[in-house]
């Protein structure tokens, strides 16, 4: 039941007499050792070198459990800094570990990439875990290979958080993987690897992975949203998304299909935006970028996407009302700083949100038609709560943008555009 010398001794023992189905029960049977443990007990795992022994175990056991738990044991044991930064110094601990992601055995993926996560968090050694996996091409083909076909969405998310760290760490590291579309592996052969690994593209592999968790886990979704937006902070990843095969058709209608159908829905209440303010941020940047660098594609026609105007709209709503609400909590209650901290965090990703979600749609109302305009108004996208909605946002900064759509709107329904010229005299002045 509990971690003692002699338990180690004995591990240690079997182990040289490669008994692995007795070590795996021990280790199994210690509970201990495989829940997160104080620092001390991790002072003396190390003390006895279980990283030797775990090593040990990585290169001559045949037990998925033996080697998931050592895997398990030793992510527990990187909680600490000092230790973390024994286990990351150690190259040959560190290439092994790093072997394991191409593992068939999905507990011991997810304990790894849990490892992995935990040691990229730590800054004092972040740099060792980023140089080393940039050293290792077949990392890149089992991470992909992991996104791609897994069906475990428990594993799908912590991968993506491996991921995402990487990518946020370090841009040279992410424009290699970008690029990496025809690497083969040339990394140490893995006998339980994937057989002949196809030539992945990262951008298809990240939404085969985010279909996967869109349904079971929002935290998983927002995670992958944001490694696409990761991408398109660099020209090679947006040409990645908008120059694969379908011209990136599939990423534009999985993002259009979670504004549009999923998120921020008009039956629900105006407080989820602050929910799905950072999984939003991420979507409606891609989109951005896609709509920005794609204009002649045939998905991003306006025609098609008069939904994601209205979906836009309801979103900077959502977010007045948010911002109502934040401003009557602040009066009504005496906040601590604590409070005051948390309440300046939420205003401030709500504003990159609103940052992202006006230049969309300012960039979308300057290619509107008169008759995608009159769908507009027919489909209840647009009215004049909503056109108001939109100017409110909008003005000043995007004038130019208003402006034009209100030319337009004229021809269309010059009533409508009328009272907003009455509800917005600076227009009038320009007209």
Not at 115 to 138: D, F, G, M, Y
Not at 200 to 210: G, N, R, S, T
Not at 224 to 247: F, K, N, R, S
Request: charge should be negative; include cysteine; hydrophobic fraction near 40%.
């Amino acid at each position: 039941m509990f971690c003692n010398e002699f338990d180690i001794y004995l591990i240690q023992s079997l182990f040289c007499e490669k008994r692995f189905d007795l070590c795996s029960e021990i280790i199994e049977g210690n509970l201990l050792l495989h829940l997160l443990f104080p620092q001390d007990v991790a002072l003396f795992l190390q003390e006895f070198n279980a990283p030797d022994i775990f090593m040990g175990v990585f290169a001559k056991s045949k037990c998925p459990r033996l080697t998931e738990i050592c895997v398990g044991i030793l992510g527990n044991m990187a909680c600490f800094q000092d230790i973390c930064m024994s286990i990351s110094k150690d190259e040959n601990l560190g290439q092994v570990l790093l072997q394991r992601l191409c593992d068939s055995d999905s507990p011991t993926l997810l304990e790894t990439s849990r490892l992995l996560l935990t040691c990229l968090s730590q800054p004092e050694v972040a740099n060792v875990w980023v140089e080393r996996i940039r050293e290792s091409p077949s990392v890149y083909d089992c991470v992909c290979f992991i996104m791609s076909s897994s069906t475990n969405v428990e594993l799908l998310v912590k991968v993506g958080e491996v991921v995402d760290k990487l990518f946020d760490l370090d841009e040279e590291l992410m424009l290699n993987w970008i690029k990496n579309g025809t690497c083969q592996s040339v990394g140490p052969s893995i006998d339980d690897s994937p057989e002949e690994l196809p030539d992945f593209k990262i951008v298809p592999c990240i939404l085969e992975a985010a279909k996967q968790v869109r349904s079971d886990n929002p935290e998983g979704l927002d995670v992958y949203m944001h490694i696409l937006q990761l991408l398109t902070t660099v020209d090679e990843g947006i040409q990645a998304i908008v120059q694969a095969p379908d011209g990136g058709k599939e990423t534009w209608s999985l993002l259009y299909d979670l504004v549009c159908h999923e998120l921020c829905q008009p039956d629900d209440p105006a407080i989820i935006v602050q929910e799905q303010k950072t999984v939003l941020a991420s979507i409606l940047s891609v989109l951005s970028a896609m709509f920005a660098s794609q204009t002649e594609q045939e998905y991003v026609k306006m025609r098609k996407n008069m939904p994601l105007i209205g979906s836009l709209i309801r979103i900077l709503q959502y977010m007045e009302g948010c911002g109502k609400r934040s401003v009557d909590d602040s009066k009504k209650s005496k906040q601590d700083e604590t409070g005051k901290a948390e309440l300046h965090e939420e205003d401030f990703h709500l504003k990159i949100l609103k940052d992202i979600c006006c230049e969309l749609l300012s960039n979308m109302l300057q290619e509107l038609t008169k008759e995608n305009i009159l769908e507009g108004l027919n489909q209840g996208h647009l009215n004049e709560q909503t056109c108001s909605c939109a100017f409110q946002n909008l003005l000043p900064l995007y004038f130019t943008s208003v402006e034009s759509f209100l030319e337009v709107l004229r021809e269309a329904d010059q009533t409508l555009a009328d009272n907003l010229e009455k509800r917005f005299p600076s227009l009038k002045v320009h007209t």
